[in-house]
């Protein structure tokens, strides 16, 4: 997945769940870790992280993301 993928897919998640999207992803982490699913762990920590910002206001997800 590239990363616009991502970034689109959050703000998708935040504009539907609001910030209940950051609990389910949360949940997602410790459920995925407890199972031993590290990859789909992780993909869903980025998320949590993504989600953090886009309600924080660090990042807006009707803009173009730039990361380095």
Do not use: C, N
């Not at 459920?31 to 924080?56: C, K, N, P, Y």
């Amino acid at each position: 997945m590239r990363t616009g993928d991502l970034y689109r897919l959050a703000g998708d998640l935040a504009a539907e769940h609001g910030k209940a999207a950051s609990d389910y992803a949360s949940r997602a982490v410790m459920t995925l870790e407890a199972e031993g699913s590290h990859e789909r762990a992780q993909f869903w920590f980025l998320m949590l992280v993504l989600l953090g910002d886009i309600h924080s206001g660090r990042i807006d997800p009707d803009q173009h993301i730039s990361i380095h």
